[in-house]
């Protein structure tokens, strides 16, 4: 049982690159979440998918898209990255039924030039 | 505007020390208040809260809600090294799919 994982730990773009951060959780949760976490922000949530086939706005969604490809996957995609997307982008995914405390993957840090 | 404000931002104390965190919050429709651990990776979770003055205890660490004034804290008593992290409150609110994070508070904890 690995949880939540994320590809790739780590990251360089340059600015106008496209990628796609990958999420996989392997405890049949139905929630998926991607934030990101910056210096003195806390982390802030960009999409959410409430369960298989939905997706929702988080609080930043702007330059983001997501795609909950099935139960266990939900990606984050740059189309064309800017260095104010330089951060630490953290997958998460809850229970659900009434236990709604969030398991987070290790997290990637993307740096864009 | 909901909000989720952290006190102090960091603190720095010697091993043995005991120490509170607070976490105070605006939101609409409370459901339940979390807190996390982060190191140096992912938050870990810690506590749910959801009803006022139940302490919710592990090992040296405990968090009480207060529902009426909109808070809660962290305690971490005889604290060690290993302590050294950052503590994510968090709040639920009900019909909502996610969390909304304070900012932090930075403890180290030094021998």
């Known amino acids: 049982n690995a949880g939540v994982t994320q590809t790739p730990k780590f990251q360089v773009l340059k600015t106008g690159q496209s990628m796609t951060l990958q999420c996989a959780q392997d405890?049949?949760?139905?929630?998926m979440y991607w934030y990101r976490q910056d210096p003195g922000m806390g982390l802030r949530l960009i999409y959410y998918?409430?369960?298989?086939?939905?997706?929702d706005k988080g609080e930043v969604p702007n330059g983001y898209n997501v795609s909950r490809l099935n139960k266990r996957e939900f990606s984050l995609r740059l189309e064309s990255a800017a260095p104010s997307q330089t951060s630490v982008y953290f997958c998460?995914?809850?229970?659900?039924?009434?236990?709604?405390?969030?398991?987070f993957g290790p997290g990637t840090r993307l740096t864009v030039l | 505007e909901d909000k989720v404000v952290q006190s102090p931002l960091s603190l720095v104390v010697h091993e043995g020390d005991t120490v509170t965190l607070n976490c105070s919050y605006e939101v609409t429709n409370f459901r339940s208040l979390l807190w996390y651990k982060q190191e140096k990776k992912a938050p870990t979770f810690l506590f749910m809260l959801?009803?006022?003055?139940i302490e919710k205890k592990s090992g040296r660490l405990s968090s009480i809600l207060d529902k009426k004034e909109l808070f809660s804290i962290l305690n971490i008593t005889a604290t060690q090294t290993g302590d050294s992290a950052v503590y994510l409150c968090?709040?639920?609110?009900?019909?909502?799919?996610?969390?909304?994070f304070g900012t932090g508070t930075r403890l180290t904890v030094i021998p």
């Open positions: 968090a709040v639920e609110r009900a019909g909502a799919n996610n969390l909304f």
């Open positions: 998460a995914s809850i229970p659900g039924l009434a236990r709604n405390e969030q398991f």
């Open positions: 405890m049949n949760h139905n929630s």
């Open positions: 959801t009803s006022s003055g």
């Open positions: 998918s409430a369960s298989e086939g939905t997706t």
